[in-house]
């Protein structure tokens, strides 16, 4: 049996309805006699979820005991078993309880795919691993379950389902995502409008762009060259002239119209001498279009229309924007120009748009050479002109007598005109052909192959050597031009290549890209290897199916003794492996810096560290003496045979020790903690544990008075190390109620929202303003004019420490009437350890 076929419900946020659209297939296939199961659903204690399950096969789950409580996960080997045809499997980013079967979900889905069984499943776009960065920057969440990004882009089929803000924020309000104690603090946190909205497009986006990827892999595997509309691509037509802004912004306004609209400027620099373009130019219209959400591309090509129609068709574009052509009237003699060409070429299935320009009709900086070397069209007009041009002449010359000489003369005019137009090869025709009819016609004896007069014959040569001659310095000044210009397409290149790699704007694969892109190769790779013995590594590639070894190469081009740059596609000419070179010079370049900026980044984490250390000494010079001098001040004074104390004197002294004695632990523990931190040696040992167990015991350092207290008992479990939470809220309490009022006491709540708790320190003090609510989290930070004695600012450095260890998070607010709040988010048991969304009855029953 083959593998199975994988389908998956994209959904942008919790309570879309991914698991009631994947149940709802599950009935249309059953009724349609499809053999399908319930591997695993979780309905949530959603009532029309649980209704959904009615009807079908539920395989049982399979119990697990971990730390004391029981919970279930997906019996796989039940599901293989049993081998259904369809097998139902939620929650596709889910973390197995520690021994299962496999740590992940989504490898228990590849042992059912590749046991031949088809599988439904659903994953939110916040689980994807490679938009772990971004769902974060949205949602100030870090999502710690994840799926690989290549399990779900190799399902057979995504669909999305989707919904809009408003109606998921009303069916939250509605109570049909969370229970009702949750909604108030879901809708004003994580299921705000913005952050919905944020999310909902990153799932349009990934979509489309998977959606994007199979067009153009269905339309190589079925070779369809004829363009789709499916997205608006439209390509702008650069020439280097001053008219290419005012075209890229018009590209990009008509992109505009059209949803998902794509602008691609390209400059194609020709062999046979171009244009003068200038390479200013260049860089500020691929600046302009880059900041206009564009994208520049460089080519070289012959043929500018054939060319351009090609990278077009290449891209799947729908549109095509030229300038109107900036030749002057007498020029158009010469031909149609790129304008008429691409847009006679084009088809039905591309529209071009020739756009009016400040520069229309004003001539172009030098001349333009066309064709290769004199092009296809001047050769064949030279043969033209060198073999019915003597014919011509004479049949006139028949009818006028003009003389020998002034016979020779026009003969070699049209030699010279051959010449000129052709090249070589037609004007030594035209002369070889002019002489023999000057020699028949026109030189004594007449119709004859013979020559009576000697000075004749001296006459001819010289008209053949110099219609040799002028040939030769054409065909020569042809391919002086042709190098020339070849010459100078391949340092715009290289003028490209080098500004983008010393503004350290190219990775590795832009440049490979850009490699592939120029020489029209199929993929790049490049290689290298420790040694001669070693195997060959991928340092980067482009492209589908590159090279793992310089030998499978259609080019190699070597860089140094153990770096090697692959391409495949077809062979390059000799001429082109010289950019070539420099390009895979380059790509070493590129490489070596990004592993400096590597090093330069260890260095500079150990460069922090060095100061850490010596701010560390610093605060040891005075802030621990001021307590030691204390201590040993007091106890001089008791062991002092001079002075009687009181008992009075001697418990205030005996106090004053013990003041000192808690000063020197706190700041100490500060300290090494804050060295730990640094140093990256704090491990956070995660269990499950309620807070009530561990938020009381951290206010033993602050008068009992001094704070009051609110953690509901029906809180879910987090997931924490209880040691760091205590000490990282200790820290954030005793800073608060140092800052409060006299006689307000500090206020510590807790409350859950989705899959974490917020635990709020809420003082009434003088507050922090916004500039400085991160500052005041760096070490060696007292905010204000807090005096030395009052520490030595690492407390809530340490606290926010603590929180990121345990996969928290530790911000400052402003307190509604004044004040600070301190907010301190945990991951519930369920974030780390369990099933996101094991009810907490079930919990509490285990």
């Known amino acids: 049996m083959g593998r199975g076929r994988l389908r998956i419900y994209l959904g942008a946020a919790p309570g879309v309805g991914k698991t009631y659209a994947m149940l709802s297939e599950a009935h249309r296939r059953a009724e349609r006699g499809t053999d399908c199961v319930v591997a695993f659903v979780e309905h949530h204690d959603r009532p029309r979820t649980e209704v959904m399950l009615h009807g079908l096969e539920q395989i049982p789950r399979r119990e697990l005991a971990y730390r004391g409580s029981a919970f279930t996960e997906m019996d796989v080997d039940a599901v293989l078993a049993r081998r259904p045809r369809v097998a139902l499997v939620d929650e596709l980013a889910h973390t197995n309880i520690p021994g299962s079967r496999n740590a992940k979900r989504w490898q228990d889905v590849e042992e059912l795919l590749a046991a031949g069984i088809d599988v439904i499943s659903t994953v939110n776009i916040q689980h994807l691993e490679s938009l772990g960065d971004v769902v974060e920057s949205i ?423 153990h770096m090697a740059l692959a391409l495949t596609g077809r062979v390059l000419p000799a001429e082109d492996r010289r950019v070539l070179a420099a390009f895979a010079a380059q790509a070493a370049v590129v490489l070596d810096r990004r592993r400096l900026r590597a090093e330069a980044d260890q260095a500079r984490t150990l460069a922090e560290g060095n100061r850490i250390r010596t701010a560390l000494l610093a605060a040891v010079s005075h802030d621990l003496r001021t307590p030691l001098a204390g201590i040993k001040a007091a106890v001089s004074s008791l062991r002092s045979d001079d002075v009687a104390w009181s008992q009075e004197d001697e418990a205030e002294l005996l106090a004053g020790i013990e003041e000192g004695a808690d000063r020197l632990d706190h700041l100490v523990g500060n300290l090494l903690d804050m060295s730990r931190l640094q140093t990256g040696t704090v491990t956070a040992i995660i269990r499950e544990i309620d807070l009530d167990e561990v938020v009381p015991m951290a206010l033993g350092g602050v008068p009992e008075d001094s704070v009051g207290l609110d953690i509901p008992e029906t809180l879910p479990m987090v997931a924490v190390d209880p040691g760091l939470l205590e000490r990282s809220v200790a820290n954030v309490v005793e800073n608060a109620v140092k800052y409060s009022p006299p006689g307000t006491p500090v206020f510590v709540s807790a409350s859950s929202l989705a899959d974490r708790v917020e635990v709020r320190v809420v003082d009434r003090g003088p507050g922090v303003p916004d500039d400085a609510k991160e500052r005041i989290f760096a070490p060696f930070q007292r905010y204000g004019d807090a005096p030395r004695g009052a520490g030595v600012g690492l407390g809530l450095a340490v606290a926010r420490g603590f929180a990121e260890a345990m996969g928290g998070t530790l911000n400052a607010e402003d307190t509604p009437g004044g004040g600070l709040t301190m907010v301190l988010t945990l991951r519930v048991a369920a974030d780390e350890l369990l099933h996101p969304a094991v009810p907490e009855r079930e919990r509490q029953a285990s």
């Not at 600046?287 to 799947?316: M, S």
């Not at 030279?382 to 002034?406: F, K, R, S, Y």
């Not at 040569?461 to 391919?479: E, H, K, N």
């Open 139 to 561: 949602t100030g969440v870090r999502q710690q379950e994840t799926v690989p990004d290549e399990v779900v882009r190799r399902a057979d089929q995504i669909e999305l389902v989707d919904m809009s803000p408003q109606a998921l924020r009303r069916r939250m309000a509605h109570g049909n995502i969370y229970q009702p104690d949750k909604v108030d603090a879901a809708l004003s946190n994580y299921f705000r409008p913005g952050n919905l909205t944020a999310l909902r497009e990153l799932a349009l986006l990934w979509v489309a762009d998977r959606v994007d990827e199979y067009l153009r892999a269905y339309r190589g595997e079925h070779r369809v060259s004829k363009i789709w509309g499916s997205r608006e691509r439209i390509v702008v037509g650069l020439t280097g002239g001053p008219e290419g802004r005012t075209l890229i912004r018009r590209a990009v306004r008509l992109a505009e119209k059209g949803a998902g609209g794509e602008v691609l400027a390209v400059y194609i620099a020709r062999s046979d001498g171009l244009t003068s373009a200038s390479p200013k130019e260049l860089a500020v219209q691929r600046t302009l279009v880059e900041d206009l959400g564009g994208t520049f591309h460089h080519v070289v090509g012959d043929d500018i229309p054939a060319a351009l129609l090609a990278f077009a068709r290449g891209v799947n574009a729908t549109q095509i924007v030229l300038g109107s052509s900036r030749r002057k009237t007498w020029q158009y003699v010469f031909g149609p120009g790129v304008g008429a060409t691409v847009a006679r070429e084009s088809g039905p299935d591309l529209d071009v748009h020739i756009v009016t320009h400040d520069e229309v009709a004003k001539g172009r900086g030098l001349p333009v050479a066309r064709g290769a070397r004199l092009g296809r069209a001047r050769i064949t007009w030279g043969w033209i002109v060198g073999l019915v041009g003597p014919v011509l002449l004479t049949v006139a010359l028949n009818a006028v007598d003009l003389g020998l000489a002034n016979t020779m003369l026009l003969f070699l005019t049209a030699t010279v005109a051959a010449a000129l137009l052709g090249g070589l090869f037609p004007a030594l025709a035209s002369a070889a052909f002019g002489s023999l009819l000057l020699n028949y016609f026109f030189s004594p004896p007449l119709h004859r192959f013979t020559i009576a007069d000697p000075k004749n014959i001296v006459a001819i040569a010289i008209f053949v050597g110099v219609a040799v001659s002028v040939a030769s310095v054409v065909d020569l000044a042809a391919r002086r031009t042709h190098q020339a210009a070849r010459l100078r397409a391949e340092s715009e290149i290289l003028s490209f290549l080098a500004g983008d790699v010393l503004r350290g704007e190219t990775s590795l694969e832009a440049l490979l890209e850009r490699v592939r892109e120029t020489f029209g190769m199929a993929s790049a790779a490049l290689l290298e290897r420790a040694s001669e013995v070693e195997p060959w590594t991928c340092a980067g590639s482009v492209g589908p199916e590159p090279c793992t070894n310089p030998d499978d190469a259609d080019v190699e081009m070597p860089v140094g003794d």
